[in-house]
T-cell receptor
Framework: GAGVSQSPSNKVTEKGKDVELRCDPI?????LYWYRQRLGQGLEFLIY????????KSGLPSDRFSAERTGESVSTLTIQRTQQEDSAVYLC?????????????FGPGTRLTVT | DAKTTQPPSMDCAEGRAANLPCNHS???????VYWYRQIHSQGPQYIIH???NNETNEMASLIITEDRKSSTLILPHATLRDTAVYYC?????????????FGAGTILRVKS
């Protein structure tokens, strides 16, 4: 079946502009996660959705970052007033449920470059 | 979640078994051992996970020691496409929203 998809695959934006990144999870997966990976670095957790609620936003680096999820499906990560340090690959993952016994499946990521 | 320790890199000959070790000496009884890998420029890929017993699937085998303080991921017949960064992650089973905490992982280079 279809895996996690993300769009766009690449995004180049000018400093100060807003960007929206989209994630389509695997159908039926109630849990959705956003991570960020800077060049040569490990993955950093950003936010977790259970259904349409976000009980864990602890990884969002600043108030310029926000995310929403609708219909217990698609999620959008928005970065306002982008900065060069926001350049990274943004990865989305989904799992059947949010519990630790359930593996997460990752999308291919969106590569964001802020110039 | 318990911290894991992995060697920074390993080499393996194509066609041979790749054995990737992971130390998780502070693991708790309700924590799973997960393995993911990340091939260059791709998102992480789930490989396998286990709690106490050894596990096997179409990709790999996971051997967990009896005291659960270490584990080994085995790729039985490594191919060039298995060259990737392999992450060992320990993750609690209870509750919801258990994010994955990725360390540095092991860079596995499969050579012909």
């Amino acid at each position: 079946g279809a895996g996690v998809s993300q769009s766009p695959s690449n995004k180049v934006t000018e400093k100060g502009k807003d960007v929206e990144l989209r994630c389509d999870p695997i159908s039926g997966h109630t849990a959705l996660y956003w991570y960020r990976q800077r060049l040569g670095q490990g993955l950093e957790f950003l936010i977790y959705f259970q259904g349409n609620s976000a009980p864990d936003k602890s990884g969002l680096p600043s108030d310029r970052f926000s995310a929403e999820r609708t219909g217990e499906s698609v999620s959008t990560l928005t970065i306002q007033r982008t900065q060069q340090e926001d350049s990274a690959v943004y990865l989305c993952a989904s799992s059947l449920e949010g519990g630790g016994a359930y593996e997460q499946y990752f999308g291919p990521g969106t590569r964001l470059t802020v110039t | 979640d318990a911290k894991t320790t992995q060697p920074p890199s390993m080499d393996c000959a194509e066609g041979r078994a790749a054995n990737l070790p992971c130390n998780h000496s502070t693991i708790s009884g309700n924590e799973y051992v997960y393995w993911y890998r990340q091939i260059h420029s791709q998102g992480p890929q789930y490989i396998i996970h286990g709690l106490k017993n050894n596990e096997t699937n179409e990709m790999a085998s996971l051997i967990i020691t009896e005291d659960r303080k270490s584990s080994t991921l085995i790729l039985p017949h490594a191919t060039l496409r298995d060259t990737a960064v392999y992450y060992c992650i320990v993750r609690v089973a209870r509750g919801y929203g258990n994010k994955l905490v990725f360390g540095a992982g092991t860079i596995l280079r499969v050579k012909s």
